[in-house]
Structure formats: C-alpha cells, structure tokens
C-alpha cells in the first residue's frame, strides 16, 4: 500500500462503517488500535463520524467509546442525528419506509412462505423528554440478531411481529431466508426479483449471508458467514451512505475532496463513491474494490488496517 502522507494537515472528515471495518472479530467491541488512531486525529481537529447499517441505539456505544461529539449516521443513512447535542433532540435526516410498504412485503406469498426470520426497527413515538423512542421487534434473538441488532439494548421477541408494528413506519427491514437448497435459492432468486419489480419505487435493498458464531472459536462470540442463511436488509430508497456523507460534510464545511470513508460491504458502494477518498478493507468483496480509491493491506485485520492506513495518511507515527 502507497498512501500519499498529508503535509498539511487541512481539516478531514474520516467516515468509518462499523462491522468488519472498525470491529474486532467479534463484531461486538470496537479495535483499540483504530480508536486511539481516531482519537489522535480528533486532536488535531479532525471530524470522525461512524456511518452504519446498525440501528441507532446499537452504533451509539461505538459512538459514546471514541467520545464523538459528532453527526451519527445509523440505518444506511435513514436517520441521522447529533447525539452530543443535548440541546437539539431533533433527528436532522429520516427517511422511513412506509407502513404499507413493509406490510405489502411481508405478505408477498412468495416471502411468507419461505421466510425464517424477520426484524423491524421502527420510531414509537416521543419519550417523555422529547427524544424519540426507537424500537426493535424481531422474531429471534440468536447471536446474529444480539450482537449486530440489540447490542445489549431492549428489544421485543415475537413471532407474529405485524401487530406490534401497527401502523408505525419502519427505519429498517431485515428479512431472513434459508438457502440449503437448490430449491431454496429458486425461491431467494425470485424473492429478490419481488423487490424489485414490485417495491422499487419506495425501497432499495442488499443482501448477503448471515452471520453465525464460529464452530471453530465456540464461546468466543467470533462471527463468521452463514453459508446456508441469507439476509435482506431492506430501507427507504432515499436513504444511503453516501447521502449520508454528502450531508454531513457539509454540514461541517468540508469539501468532498477531504473526505476519506472506509466500508467493507455492498452497503458501503455509495459511501465509497461519493467521497474524495473511499477506501475499502482488503477482504471486500471483489466488486466494491472496483469503486475504490484504496485498499487497506492484506495479511492484518479489516480494522487493524483501517488503523494503519489513517496512521500512514496523516503521518502520525512520528
């Protein structure tokens, strides 16, 4: 890896994803390495902020852990907020899904069918002091669903979970499909055509394996793809993480040019393209390397990289 080291020092704005690109293997505990390196850069009057998939309540530890004081963006760029400012409760981006859209979705027969599992984030309403009350109600509550979804916070476990959405919009569908089968992954492929033709006006989707507690590693909460579950992460279509950072930095007055963003995903395509500098971790996925400005290096951990790759940027090992 060549990174042009920064002479300078003008004023950045360091987008980071948080699992598989700021985690540990766990995808649970934030790496102490990068957090002392964000840490170091804040000091120097960088803005840091963490642009995820994760609903709100589950980012905000990572959050609270680097002592941000920034924008943070939580469902793939749905809700966006401030979580320092105490004096501003008002969530600044929401882009929902409409409370018709998911019920549609989840009655598509080809879905109910075939569908293992569902979870839905969604706004109940104001709290007594005026911050907005976010809610998760899933139908499991696995190690894939505790430590990427709950992330030790409160959540509701049902197995018909329509009724307890009522006519709330939703920030965040995810839907769950097993693939063991040849005859499975007909009836994926042709799940994802559904969304497609059908709700394409109103949302926009990835996918990808489950993740699953390693067999080899068994206690050690490390996660590992699922090749036999895949997951559908669905959300309003003018959310993205790469709205997301347009918005902030400018918020913050920063050029798009002093925009350096690290992701890992499919989810992160946008991120990485709309920025001055989208760097991807070296086991990304072939494709979004495509989009890439740079790599982080091979042979050390996704956030070990990330780590060294702002080290090396912004000359902080002297």
């Not at 992330?151 to 919009?169: M, S, T, W």
Request: charged share 25%.
């Amino acid at each position: 890896m060549n990174v042009k080291k920064i002479k300078n020092k003008e004023k950045h704005l360091i987008k980071l994803d948080i699992d598989g690109t700021s985690t540990n293997p766990d995808f649970s505990t934030l790496n102490q390495n990068l957090k002392a390196v964000l840490q170091k850069l804040i000091a120097q009057g960088h803005k840091i902020c963490f642009t995820t998939g994760r609903n709100y309540l589950s980012a905000l530890p990572f959050y609270k852990e680097v002592g941000l004081d920034t924008f943070l963006v939580t469902y793939n760029g749905a809700y966006i907020n401030n979580p320092a400012d105490k004096n501003n409760k008002e969530v600044v981006v929401f882009h929902p899904i409409k409370n018709e859209i998911v019920k549609d979705i989840l009655n598509e027969p080809i879905i109910k069918e075939n569908i293992h599992n569902v979870l839905i984030d969604h706004v109940n309403g104001l709290k007594a002091n005026g911050e907005i009350d976010l809610k998760t109600i899933s139908t499991s509550d696995d190690i894939y669903y505790r430590e990427i979804f709950f992330n030790n916070n409160p959540y509701v476990k049902e197995k018909n979970i329509l009724p307890l959405l009522g006519e709330k919009d939703a920030l965040q569908l995810v839907l769950e499909f097993p693939l063991e089968s040849p005859k499975d992954e007909k009836a994926f492929n042709e799940i994802l055509l559904t969304l497609r033709r059908k709700y394409s006006n109103a949302i926009t989707f990835y996918f990808g394996n489950k993740l699953k507690e390693d067999p080899k590693k068994l206690g050690d909460n490390v996660l590992v793809p699922d090749l036999e579950k895949k997951i559908i992460k669905i959300r309003n279509k003018l959310a993205s993480k790469g709205m997301g950072a347009k918005w902030v930095s400018t918020q913050y007055n920063i050029g798009i040019h002093n925009v350096i963003a690290f992701g890992n995903d499919v989810n992160d395509i946008e991120l990485v393209h709309s920025v001055g500098k989208g760097i991807v971790t070296a086991d990304s996925d072939d494709y979004l390397k495509t989009y890439a400005y740079g790599i982080t290096d091979f042979g050390i951990f996704n956030s070990d990289g990330v780590a060294k790759y702002l080290t090396d940027y912004f000359d902080l090992s002297k």
